[in-house]
């Protein structure tokens, strides 16, 4: 899975990285606020901080920017996600800490993950296939510690079966980002995480 190759006229690659960064922050906060359609370069370049002469010397057009977010918000997903597993701990333990982890990541990152799903559809066809490569990329995580868990007997789950749970799992996480607006009248997030456990593990 191969990143898509975004123009730059800078050379210097840390400046790259940085003047992107700041465009992603600043494009995440406006894409919640009014769409990616609703709004401009130019809203965008001033809420990062410099013109809209210089933003463009560090990418070609706004869809350049929504990639740069959707790839950016599944990196520190995934990165986080992952930080968070304890690869010693016994199958039962693991798994429980793997579906934790995930709806934590989900609720520290839910602006980002919400923009995320919203505005990818935007996104040019070859952006779209890469980005959507990335959220399968995630479930496929997830499905390695499932695949762990039946090895060690703790899941009795045929192929068909594992590969669900890691879909459903998948699922949940994100219901907890695009269902908040009802989930958190009833839920805390522990409850909410306690609930789909019991769910995911019933017989």
Known sequence: MEKRYVPAMVKDEQLIQKRRDQ????????????????TTTREI??????????????????????????????DEVTDRFNQLLDQSLPAAERFEQMVTALFQVMDEMQE??????????????????????????MTADIRKVIDECREEGYLTLDEASARFMAEN???????????????????TLEQ????????????
């Open 192 to 203: 909410y995480t306690r609930l789909q456990l019991d769910a995911l593990l019933s017989k």
């Open 169 to 187: 799992i998948t699922v949940k996480g994100h219901m907890w980002t695009f269902r908040r607006w009802s989930l958190r009248k009833h839920y």
């Open 45 to 74: 370049a001033r809420a990062s901080g410099f013109s809209v002469g210089t933003m463009y010397e560090y990418v070609t057009s706004k869809e350049d920017i929504l990639y740069l977010v959707c790839d950016a918000v599944y």
């Open 112 to 137: 980002e993950v919400l923009v995320m799903y919203q505005e990818a559809k935007s996104l040019p066809k070859e952006s779209l296939s890469y980005v959507l490569k990335k959220d399968e990329s």
């Open 23 to 38: 465009m992603v922050k600043s494009a995440v906060k406006l894409f919640q606020e009014k769409g990616f359609h609703r």
